[in-house]
């Protein structure tokens, strides 16, 4: 992995990449603000290889309470807990 300073500048690209790899957005949806689990986009497994696969990649982990907080729920909020987490 790179320093802290160039991970925290892939996170923008890699999180709606990993999103987008399981299927593609339903046409019109806005991919900062889809809701993946609302939508049925991501089920429970999913959600939980994405955590999973979010924490090895940058090298992180995260609360309960982060990934049960409304923030999580859409890409932006996702990639502005990533990037708070790499400071």
């Given amino acids: 992995m790179s320093s ?4 925290g ?3 923008r690209p890699y999180i709606p ?3 987008q790899a399981k ?16 939508s049925g986009h991501a089920d429970s497994l999913g959600i939980v290889k ?7 990649e940058f090298e992180m982990e995260s609360s309960d309470r982060e990934l049960n907080s409304c923030a999580f729920r859409a890409v932006e909020g996702v990639i502005a ?6 400071g």
């Fill in 9 to 11: 500048t892939l996170v």
């Fill in 23 to 38: 299927a593609k957005l339903p046409p019109g949806a806005d991919p900062a603000n889809f809701d993946d689990i609302a």
């Fill in 17 to 19: 990449k990993r999103i």
């Fill in 81 to 86: 807990l990533v990037e708070g987490k790499l």
């Fill in 50 to 56: 994405f955590i999973l696969d979010i924490e090895s």
């Fill in 4 to 7: 802290p300073d160039a991970r």
